[in-house]
């Protein structure tokens, strides 16, 4: 009791110096602080530092409740596990086994995790999936270490980091080897992949690897059912199906599945290599005739004033921290991007009890499905389109954010500026696919803005330039979970067609190909079938 | 202002059962207005009232055959269907619910239209828990608001 008493004017005082900090700093917009206003008066600084400290008893009170204790659709009592502890820069955490270093930091109030490297300005998580390196901290003195997919030990020593760690810091790996020899080596386990492995283990022997701790890639988040063709498991929702193919994929004796590990790399001795890090500490060769690679994407950001603040996070990344971890991101959230995933995180924030200010779309027209606008829309949160973000503003967590109409040249109109109070700002603008293996392998890249940007060129069977090696989902041009499935499903079944001729699986592809055509129809198919018909016209 | 800038789909938009059929008794109001590609609706229908050519078509609906039983409000992915009866003194609405609290048989909520605003109270009528955790909310408001409500909210 005691010593949980003195972590807590230790907090106080944590919010006091950030505050003081702020206001040396950025004196001029204030909306976000009830009290802040008030307190530039120096005659009345005794008074206003009582004032204070019940303001940041409230704050740490806010922060005990981060975490999520019912939900109308998860149950996070199971999921968590036992309690466990470990220390953040020397002071006690508890936390739950089953969680991240930055979702147990974030339900502990603690948001900036890492300083940027030139200007040391403080940074929090960003994609919460390992894909930016926002949120590295060193971890039992090992630096660079991604908190936001390492799971939490018992012990742990976790210490926020200032730029990036130097060489001599970097513990090389020394000595803990290991080799797998495979048939078909799989890299990223989203339902990509995991489709990919399930189809192609029917006839050959397949490795299948994710850096994180799970497979499943994003759909462990998806909470809302999903859309597409009953076949396709349409009305189920995504965390339903990543539960069924993980299962599937688990009791599959035809597939080995490597967890915890990093591909950094290829190479090619007359075999296809793959080289991949195992829980930070081993180097795994892996020896395999065919790769299909299914990396999936990363979140795009935005260029605005402090875009960098420690509560503006991709819109993917909040629902990971709630959904997956049962820990809500803040208490009132700016959505920007009013596209499916916006549209849809919106939703899943308000059923997690987060109010949602309001949803702002630069486009004069929302671009996701209006049946999840209309979910938002009554439920009474504003979606304004031609509007954009203009800044944030805040010391080392988001206070509030400034709000603009644009005009037709997407110019910002004058005294249209809007102050709102948040202290989450979501960025949901796009993605991009998550190429680097490919290029490293020597794919080479075309540039189709449809598709979310640079793809690797690849024919309608899902092949690369390199004969044997295969892309699928996200990383080969942004789509959504239903069509990454039957892309996985059609690049399993292309790698074992590469090495036995089958009537049957062909026919077997040729309506897979045809079922990814139908999805494809309609205005909201578009972009991705334009982008897929560029590329496959630039296949030499 | 049209749904594509603002969410909010109105009469207009929509494909609605006529009003005699609306008399009759209870019968599903389809808010789908958009060629997206999905189809559970079709499956779903115990009694074939839904067709659709193409996936991306939006669904077809045989007022006839549909009974107002209520089987796809909870599978629709969009929540987009809904379930009225008109032919009371009051109107019942059917709604999709993915909310803590779940109201309770006899409690008084608010009811809400498309755009979230309170339009006056609800009754709840039944609260049907389901397994793939879309509940289905039976409510009781004015007649005039029976095209119009489609939300409540519970204050616990």
Redesign the interface.
Known sequence: MINSGKIFIKEIQYFYNAEVAERTNAPALRAGSPLGSLGSNPNLGAFWNIVKVFKYTYLLYKGVKMRLTSHPILDFEKKRGKKIKFTYNGREIECYENETIASALHAAGIRVLSKSSKLLRPRGFYCAIGKCASCIMTVDGVPNVRSCITLVREGMKVESQEGLASLQDLNPIKGKKEKIETEIAIVGGGPAGLSAALEAAKYNRVLLIDENHTLGGQLIKQTHKFFGSRKEKASTRGIKIAEELCKEVMENENIEVLLNSSVIGYYNENEYNLAAVKNNDTLVKIKTEKIIVSTGASENTLVFENNDLPGIYGAGAVQTLMNVYGVKPGDKVLMVGAGNVGLIVSYQLLQAGVDVVCVVEALPEIGGYNVHAAKLRRCGVPILTKHSILRAYGDERVRGATIVKLDENWKPVKGTERDIDVDVICLAVGLSPSIELLRQMGCSTKYIPELGGNVVIHNKYLETEITGVYVAGDCSGIGEASTAMLEGKIAGLSAVLSMRRDEEIERRREELMKELEELRRGPFGERPRIGKEKLFRAVR | MS???????ELKDLNLPSEERLKKGPVAVF??????????C???CPFKAVSME???DTPKIDYEKCTGCGTCVS??????IFVVDLSKEKALITIPY???P?PEKGDTVKA??????IVGDAKIIGVKKNE???NTVTIEVKKEVGMIV??IKVIK
């Not at chain 2, 599978?75 to 987009?80: F, H, I, K, R, T």
């Not at chain 2, 809400?112 to 605003?117: A, K, S, T």
């Open positions: 749904y594509k800038e603002d969410g909010v789909l808010e789908c207005v958009e060629n997206i590609p999905c189809n559970p079709v499956d779903a193409k996936i991306t599978v629709c992915p969009g929540l987009a993915e909310f803590l779940i809400l239209n498309r755009r979230g605003e793939n955790k879309t489609r939300n």
